[in-house]
């Protein structure tokens, strides 16, 4: 009865604590049944809105001690089910479904017989699957670009924090062979720190009004009124104005606001001097006068410098300017802490549902409803046991 899942029974509590009680145990080397994880040729939707459809919500032992009300579970559901004299229990992790037939060694061919008898059952059911698929609700599972984007930050400030201090350029001395050898070891070390800090310097002075953009939007999509939230016309009216505009109409625009953002506050103006750097960086635009970092002469062809230095360690040193450390990390912290500024104007509990949106790489948002929310816990899990896999079989699936 196995391959006949029509004729497949819900056992009675008595028969399911009775069968875990007195099932013989499986000696070393003779296994007394088979277990194979599906997570290719069954769908653990299908599957359970297949199990519901035919024997009411889950009631397997693992249900019942996983944690309630959460979402961060090894396994979220199982059924324990007859196929005339055999027991199976079949079980649904994160994203794969895992098969046990007591009391019947199932060879490949056997378990490929297996899923096409169930798959071929749900036609049969259709009508009640549609009917539990329906009562289930549908999230979407969405990137969360801010968090990309912080995350590209964090890499980029610790890099620029590693190689904060500024190396020696004072030229070793080349009298010797072992002084050419340790002034070619130092130009390596300060030309491949050049490297380093030049791409980290640039990179984080690009995505930080990036980041500090996306961060508004993200408050603004969170605490959105009903107004912008059943509106889309008017939601993309909105974020797709200045961004000083968009941050003195937060709290006009959004719930939880206590104030509004204060134009005159160090906070703004640091962040406003962030926000005016953008253009003039993204599109590349050249100032002669800000990004001169020396000044040469010239008789005719004949360059002259105002001092004296070592041509290759003063390229390096003078470029520390162009690379500014100091100023990108200022500006990158200035950026985060108009966050905590605005962050402290909203009242606590949307204020929290931010900062825990603030951290999580993906979000699910239910379209029916237009309502964000956290699916799964910050991590993965996974049960890591040597068990066989359908997509391992060494079998032709029908």
């Excluded at 396994?75 to 196929?83: E, L, P, R």
């Excluded at 001092?307 to 200035?334: M, Q, T, W």
């Amino acid at each position: 009865m196995i391959f006949t899942p029509e004729k497949w029974e819900k056992p009675e509590p008595g028969e399911m604590t009775d069968y875990l009680e007195n099932r013989p145990k499986a000696n070393k080397g003779e296994p007394r049944g088979s277990i194979l994880v599906f997570r290719k040729h069954l769908s653990p939707l299908a599957v359970y809105k297949y199990l519901v459809s035919r024997f009411g919500p889950p009631y397997g032992f693992q249900t019942f001690v996983k944690k309630p009300h959460d979402s961060d579970n090894l396994v979220h559901w199982d059924y324990m089910i007859k196929a005339g004299p055999i027991m199976m229990t079949i079980q649904g992790g994160n994203r794969d479904i895992q098969v046990q037939i007591d009391g019947k060694i199932m060879s490949s061919e056997d378990w490929v017989q297996f899923a096409k008898a169930l798959k071929g059952d749900f036609a049969r059911c259709s009508a009640e699957m549609a009917k539990v698929g329906a009562t289930l609700e549908k999230w979407s599972i969405v990137s969360n670009r801010f968090v990309m984007i912080a995350d590209a930050c964090a890499g980029l400030h610790e890099t620029l924090t590693d190689e904060g201090d500024a190396p020696d350029y004072t030229p070793q001395k080349r009298n010797t062979v072992e002084g050419m050898q340790r002034y070619y070891a130092q130009v390596k070390e300060v030309g491949q720190r050049a490297n380093c800090v030049f791409s980290a310097s640039l990179s984080l002075d690009l995505i930080t009004p990036v980041l500090a953009e996306a961060f508004i939007n993200l408050v603004i999509f969170l605490a959105r009124r009903d107004e912008l939230k059943n509106n889309q016309r008017q939601y993309d009216h909105y974020i797709r104005q200045p961004i000083d505009t968009r941050v003195f109409d937060l709290h006009f625009k959004c719930n939880g606001f206590t104030r509004g953002v204060d134009q005159n506050s160090d906070e703004y103006k640091a962040f406003a001097s962030v926000m005016n750097r953008r253009n003039h960086h993204l599109h590349g635009n050249i100032d002669p006068i800000a990004d001169a970092f020396e000044t040469v002469y010239f008789d005719k062809f004949t360059p002259l410098y105002e001092k004296g230095a070592d041509p290759i360690l003063e390229l390096f040193k003078k470029k520390e300017s162009v690379f500014d450390i100091p100023g990108v990390l200022g500006r990158y912290h200035d950026v985060h802490f108009f966050f905590h500024y605005v962050l402290g104007m909203i009242e606590k509990k949307t204020r929290e549902e931010i900062e825990m949106f603030m951290s999580d790489g993906t979000f699910g948002y239910d379209a029916t409803r237009k309502r964000p929310g956290r699916l799964f816990a910050s991590h993965e899990v996974m049960m890591l046991m040597p068990l066989d896999h359908d997509d391992e079989l060494d079998v032709v699936w029908q």
